[in-house]
C-alpha cells in the first residue's frame, strides 16, 4: 500500500553528457524541442490550487483514522481517496521538479519545490497510521473481502503485498515517530544534489586545438569520446576530477549520512542489513544481488581483453581509463537530433506498428526537453506523470553515445506509457528492477539498425565499439558500483568508519578486481564514488542496470533468432512485461517474460556475450589495416 507519494526518476548515469552548443539561450530553442508544461497545469495559480487541493485530500485520508475495519466499503474509500491523492501528487510534484532541472539556479522555483517535500513530509506523519490499522484487520477477513469485492481489485496486489511485509511494519506510534525523520531522510541527497550541481565550479581549461573548455560533466565526456590528443583527454580527465579531489571529505561525510541512515532504517523495521531492506520491499532475494557481484567480479577476463585491444590499437604506451572512450577509427561524426530521432523511430519498428505509432507521440513536441542550457541539470532521465505523459530529459550533444542515450530513455518513455494505458493506477508504477529492460532492448534495435544502413567500416567499428561500450558501462561497471555500495553499507553494519580515505581504498581494491592490469593505476579515478549520483539519491539502484541488461539481453536473443509466429510470441511476453506495470513482483513478471535471475547462468550469458563482441571487433579491426 503507497502511504504517500514517491518519484523515481529513471536515468542513464554513465553517459552525462552535454549539448553542443546550438542555441543563444534557452528562450531561442523551438518548442519542439522543449518541455510543455502546460500540459501539467497552465501556470503556478493552477499548481498552487492543486497544492492546496492535495492538503486538503490529506485532511480527509486523516479523518479516516479507525474506520478501515468497518468494512470493505469503508476500505474501498480510503484507497480511493489515497488514490486520487496519489494520481494529484504527480502534477504536483512535477511542475516543479521538471522546471527546476532545467534551471537550478532559480531559487523561487527551488523553494516551491521545496514546499512539495514538506507537503509530502506532513502527510507521512498524518497517515502513518494507515498500515498498522490495515494489518490489524485478519488475513482471513482480509481475503473475503478482495474475494467478494470488485471495486478493491486494483488495490489487491498492494493489499497482499503489505501483509507478505507484515513484520516490518511497526505499530502506529512507532510508524509516526519514524515519520517525523522522513523529510531528514532526503538531507544527504538534497546536500548531494547542491554541492554537486548549483554549487560546483568546473575550471575552463585551454586544449591543444586553441579552445578554451570549461569541463562540466558534459564537457568533460566530450572531451575523452572526441580528442584525438591524450594529454588533452588528461587534462581533461585531471582538471574534472580534482574538483570532486578537492570536496572529498565532505562527499565522504555525505555518503556515510546515506549508509548510516539505510542502516538506521533496517534496524528500526526489523531488517538483517541495508541490502535487505532496499531488495525485499520487491521481494527479491539477496542471492540475486550477491550472484551477480560474484559472477562478474570472477568473470572480467573478457573486459581486461578489451582494453588490452584498445591500448594496441590507439598505440598509447600506457592505457588510461581516460583513454576508454575515444574511437578506436577515425570517427568523430556528429549526429544531428532529428536525423537521430528517425532513425531511433524506424528501428522499433520491429516491436509493432502500435508501438512506433505510440513512439512518434514523444517526438511531436512538449515531452522531450533536447538541449543544454545553463543551470540545466546534466545526464537523462525518463519521468512519467500518470494522467498527462512522461517527460524526457536529454543533453544532446551529437556524439554516437548520445544518439543511443535517446534510443535508450524513450524505451523507458514507451514503458511509461505502455504501463499507464494498460494498469490502474494502484499497479502502473513499475519497479525499478524492470525499468532499464526496455531502454537495453531499444538499444539492441538501434543498434542492429545503424549496422544494417551503414557501409562505412570505421562507423561499423564505431557501432561495435559503441555496444561494448554500452555493455561495460550497463553492465560490468554498475555491478562493480554495486560491489561498491554492499561493502561500503557492510562496513557501517560493522561499525567500521567512513573516510574518503576508506572510501578512495575501497573502491581501488574493487576496481583492480576487475580491471586487472589492463590500464594504468591512476589514485585519481578512485574517487569516481563522489561522481555517482545515483549511489546518493538512491542507494542500491545501479545493480539493476546490470539485472536488466541480462535480462533484455536474453529477450532480444531469443526475439532475433525467432521467426513467424515465434517471433510475433515473443514480441507479445515482451510488450506484456511494459504492459503490466507494477502489478505483480519483477522477479515474477520477469519469469513470465521468460528470464529466470536467480540462475547464474543468466549473468554467464553476458559474459558471453562480451566474449563474442570482443572477438567480432578484433576481426574487424584486423581486416581494415
Known amino acids: 500500500m503507497k502511504k ?40 503556478w495559480d493552477e499548481w498552487q490550487a492543486g497544492f492546496n487541493q492535495l492538503e486538503k485530500y490529506m485532511e480527509e485520508v486523516t479523518s479516516l483514522q479507525g474506520t478501515l475495519a468497518n ?28 522546471q527546476r532541472d532545467t534551471d537550478t539556479r532559480n531559487q523561487d522555483i527551488s523553494s516551491k519545490f521545496q514546499q512539495v517535500g514538506i507537503l509530502f513530509s506532513k502527510f507521512g506523519t498524518a497517515t502513518a497510521w494507515l498500515n498498522p490499522e490495515l494489518l490489524q ?59 554537486s550541481t548549483s554549487d560546483i565550479d568546473f575550471p575552463s581549461v585551454t586544449l591543444s586545438t586553441g579552445e578554451e573548455r570549461k569541463m562540466t560533466a558534459g564537457n568533460y565526456s566530450l572531451t575523452l569520446a572526441t580528442s584525438t590528443v591524450q594529454e588533452d583527454r588528461k587534462l581533461a580527465f585531471e ?50 544481488y550477491e550472484n551477480l557481484v560474484e559472477v562478474v567480479r570472477n568473470n572480467s577476463a573478457s573486459l581486461q581483453k578489451f582494453h588490452k585491444l584498445r591500448k594496441k590499437v590507439l598505440g598509447l604506451e600506457k592505457y588510461n581509463a581516460y583513454d576508454g572512450s575515444i574511437n578506436l577509427t577515425e570517427f568523430n561524426k556528429i549526429y544531428d537530433y532529428d536525423e537521430a530521432a528517425e532513425w531511433v523511430m524506424e528501428s522499433v519498428a520491429p516491436l509493432g506498428d502500435d508501438y512506433q505509432a505510440k513512439l512518434a507521440k514523444a517526438f511531436e513536441g512538449g515531452w522531450i526537453d533536447v538541449y543544454e542550457n545553463d543551470g540545466k541539470r546534466g545526464g537523462a532521465y525518463s519521468g512519467g506523470v500518470y494522467g498527462v505523459h512522461p517527460y524526457m530529459l536529454m543533453n544532446f550533444n551529437g556524439t554516437l553515445g548520445n544518439v543511443f542515450t535517446l534510443g535508450h530513455e524513450l524505451g523507458h518513455t514507451m514503458h511509461t506509457v505502455l504501463a499507464h494505458e ?68 557492510k562496513m557501517v553494519e560493522e561499525g567500521k568508519p567512513i573516510t574518503a580515505e576508506v572510501l578512495t581504498n575501497l573502491m581501488k581494491d574493487i576496481y583492480l578486481s576487475y580491471y586487472g592490469d589492463s590500464m594504468e593505476e591512476d589514485e585519481l579515478l578512485y574517487r569516481v564514488w563522489a561522481r555517482i549520483p545515483h549511489m546518493y539519491r538512491t542507494p542500491f539502484y545501479v545493480y ?54 536467480t540462475k547464474k547462468e543468466t549473468f554467464l550469458a553476458v559474459i558471453e556475450q562480451m566474449d563474442r563482441l570482443v572477438a567480432e571487433l578484433e576481426k574487424e579491426l584486423e581486416a581494415i589495416k
Open 4 to 43: 504517500y507519494f514517491l518519484v523515481v526518476l529513471i536515468g542513464l548515469i554513465t553517459l552525462t553528457v552535454s549539448a553542443q552548443t546550438k542555441y543563444e539561450s534557452r528562450e531561442d530553442v523551438p518548442a519542439k524541442y522543449k518541455w510543455n508544461f502546460s500540459d501539467i497545469y497552465n501556470n
Open 544 to 597: 539493476q542496470y546490470a539485472t536488466c541488461f541480462a535480462s533484455s539481453a536474453q529477450l532480444y536473443k531469443e526475439f532475433k533468432s525467432a521467426e513467424g509466429s515465434a517471433k510475433d510470441e515473443v514480441r507479445e511476453r515482451v510488450l506484456d512485461l511494459y504492459r503490466s506495470g507494477g502489478s505483480d513482483y519483477p522477479m515474477e513478471q520477469l519469469k513470465t517474460a521468460g528470464v529466470d535471475l
Open 239 to 288: 582538471t574534472h576530477y580534482n574538483v570532486y579531489k578537492e570536496n572529498e571529505n565532505t562527499y565522504a561525510k555525505i555518503y556515510n549520512a546515506v549508509c548510516q541512515k539505510d542502516w538506521a532504517n533496517a534496524q528500526a523495521r526489523n531488517y538483517a542489513s541495508s541490502l535487505e531492506s532496499y531488495l525485499e520491499g520487491n521481494n527479491i532475494p539477496t542471492l540475486v
Open 137 to 195: 484487520i485478519p488475513w482471513d477477513t482480509m481475503k473475503t473481502w478482495l474475494d467478494e469485492n470488485e471495486n478493491l481489485t486494483p488495490y489487491r496486489f498492494g493489499i497482499e503485498d503489505l501483509y507478505r511485509q507484515q513484520a516490518h511494519v511497526l505499530d502506529a506510534e512507532k510508524e509516526k515517530l519514524l515519520s517525523y525523520y522522513s523529510q531528514f531522510e532526503g538531507t544527504p541527497r538534497d546536500i548531494y544534489g547542491e554541492l
Open 71 to 98: 468494512g470493505p466499503e469503508a476500505l474501498y474509500k480510503a484507497f480511493k481517496l489515497q488514490e486520487d491523492l496519489n494520481i494529484l501528487s504527480y502534477k504536483v510534484y512535477r511542475y516543479p521538479q521538471l
Open 422 to 489: 494498460s494498469q490502474p493506477f494502484a499497479t502502473s508504477d513499475y519497479t525499478i528492477f524492470v525499468a532499464e529492460v526496455a531502454s537495453t532492448f531499444n538499444e539492441n534495435l538501434l543498434l542492429d539498425y545503424m549496422l544494417a544502413k551503414t557501409e562505412d567500416p570505421n562507423e561499423r567499428i564505431a557501432l561495435l565499439t559503441q555496444t561494448i561500450n554500452n555493455l561495460t558501462g550497463t553492465f560490468y561497471f554498475q555491478t562493480l558500483l554495486a560491489d561498491f555500495e554492499l561493502q561500503a553499507h
